[in-house]
């Protein structure tokens, strides 16, 4: 059985700044514009479709 692991190379110490997870990581006008658009529509479809339909 082969160790599926020993092909791949981990370098914990490398800083990688492309890519970043933590909730509390600065975000720009634009990430607030799109997640404000997201939820416009989403209320839309929430509360437009069953209005449109009933």
Known sequence: ???DHA?????PHESS?????APQ???T???VAVGF???LVG???VFGVPL???
């Open 37 to 39: 658009v997201v939820a």
């Open 25 to 27: 990581s600065d975000y």
């Open 17 to 21: 700044e492309e890519r970043t997870t």
């Open 43 to 45: 209320m839309a479809v």
């Open 7 to 11: 092909d791949h190379e981990h370098h």
């Open 52 to 54: 449109l339909l009933g």
């Open 29 to 31: 006008a634009r990430d």
């Open 1 to 3: 059985m082969s160790d």
